[in-house]
Nanobody, 128 residues
Framework: QVLVEESGGGLVQPGGSLNLTCTAS????????MGWFRQAPGKEREGVSC????????YYADFVKGRFTISRDNAKNTLYLQMKSLKPEDTAMYYC?????????????????????WGQGTQVTVSS
């Protein structure tokens, strides 16, 4: 039984920062690539970033490069997303997910069909 849970969302002003956390249980966390995704009202869900099981390789969507940083602590079964210089366009529900099998690479394209286990999301709102 796999459980994925996000936390850390909230209200922040434009230009501000926010850090998201994701915990996963029921799987060998250090063997799974992980990803962050987001969905704004009226829009389709889109990939934000992913990280390999070792943490040595990361990929980012163009719209967050230079502003967001993905990282993980395998000893704590925890995934992080550090967000800086936030824009109103970043407002969305943010989701954490694990890929379908151990040692499956996460794609540079951030393809969502590679991910099997999803959290319920945490809301990020960027507004004055």
């Amino acid at each position: 039984q796999v459980l994925v849970e996000e936390s850390g969302g909230g209200l922040v002003q434009p230009g501000g920062s926010l850090n998201l956390t994701c915990t996963a249980s029921g799987l060998s966390f250090d063997r799974y690539a992980m990803g962050w995704f987001r969905q704004a009202p009226g829009k389709e869900r889109e990939g934000v970033s992913c990280i390999m099981w070792s943490g040595g390789i990361t990929y980012y969507a163009d719209f967050v490069k230079g502003r967001f940083t993905i990282s993980r602590d395998n000893a704590k079964n925890t995934l992080y997303l550090q967000m800086k210089s936030l824009k109103p366009e970043d407002t969305a529900m943010y989701y954490c997910a694990a890929v379908r099998r151990p040692y499956v690479f996460c794609s540079e394209s951030l393809a969502q069909d590679e991910y099997t286990y999803w959290g319920q999301g945490t809301q990020v709102t960027v507004s004055s």
